[in-house]
């Protein structure tokens, strides 16, 4: 979750819902997210889903006042207090400063045993960082006409030598000559779709796995998927934190809530790391967390070699169009389009995050992700939206603040129901897929000409 959410669609409400009767019952029974109703810790020793409210100050302060003092804010929910990740203890902590904290879910959904996992899987389906890099090796193998896969930068634990990964990327098209090189002149555009930035966000990856599958598979056959193949470069990043991945998955059936990268820094558990989506030289803000936060945004801008490799491979790929000036816009000849998935809340989010002031292009930015809109139905959101919390460092900001290129962060997955939270159970997957497929092709095909008004 990078940011902020607002209330959800009741018709999407209503089909999840309906998927959720349908799956209970084939999974064995599960914890539901009560939503408010009064609900018992199913497991006191796990960290669980809470809403604070305080009888003295508002949502906004309180979130704010949590986030000094250490808690993991989940930015979303606000209509139900602040939401927070936390222990039984740290629970009972607040109450005891007269704060009303009120169970609202597991983090945690029942794996049935009857679900073998596969090599290269955890949790019930969900892909491994390793299992993730065989399948990009084993597409790009089985595909040499429609796929380059690449060695983009490392993981912080790769740079320490301490095991780690290489950051890949693949390059998916109908490949002819000079496509995929890194270059800023090719002859086609680019839609890049990124994943797994915070690690904790299990099914963000799945959906770049999925992504890779559905245009690997329907070249040839599908009318649409062939046609954007011939014209456009469709790179994918799909571990962009490999590194915390691997922390996640090392409980097969408790995942590690790891959002940031392994970078050592001193602190104990998932507060080791830095905020990779707060990392990015544009609009980089010390203020943003300190050492052991979880938006802790690092020692300096761009200082984590994942950012570099993401950073150094989108300026590589990307015509820069845009003057530097945060208020200049990208001009009208600017092709190319990019996603970041992030999860949860359901949201379209369109830059800036970093200032409520609306960019330059901010016309043609709001139609594709009103575009978006129509196949997956999540809110249209910039700015704050409304919140006051902002994003600034963030990887949408960067690549249209310093590239022109139009950045969105899709929030994939409900506030509520049982696929909401970190960790859905991994039947949720399919649906997430069946309701954003179609915003990465909104996406992709805008990467021709994405500002014709140029406002
Ligand atoms: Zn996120």
Redesign the pocket.
Known sequence: ??RFALSRRSRLRSVLAAATAVLLPLLGAGLAFPGGAAASVPNASEPAYYDVTSPSTTATGLAADLTQRGYDVLEGRLTHGVPILATAAEAQRLRHRGLTVRYAGPLYQPVSASVRAAAGTYYGGYHTAAGHEAHNQQVASAHPDLVVLRSIGQSWLKTQGRGGHDIQALCLTKIKPGDCATSTSGAKPKFTLMAQ??AR?LATGELAYMWIDYLVGNYGTNADVTRLMDTTELWVIPIANPDGVDIVSSNSTRPVSQ?KNAHDNGCSGTGRGVDL?RNSSYHWDVNQGTKCSETYPGASAASEPETQGIQNLLAGIYRDTKPSADFSPATTDTTGTFVTL??YAELNIYPYGWTNTLAPNNDDLRTIATAMSRSNHYDVVHGDGGLNYFAPGATDDWIYGTLGVPGYTIEVGPNSSSCSGFFPRYSCVPGFWNLNVGAFMALANAAAHPYPTGH
Do not use: A, I, L
Request: avoid cysteine; proline fraction near 0%; aromatic fraction near 0%.
């Open positions: 979750m990078t930035m915070h966000e959002r989506n992030h999860s």
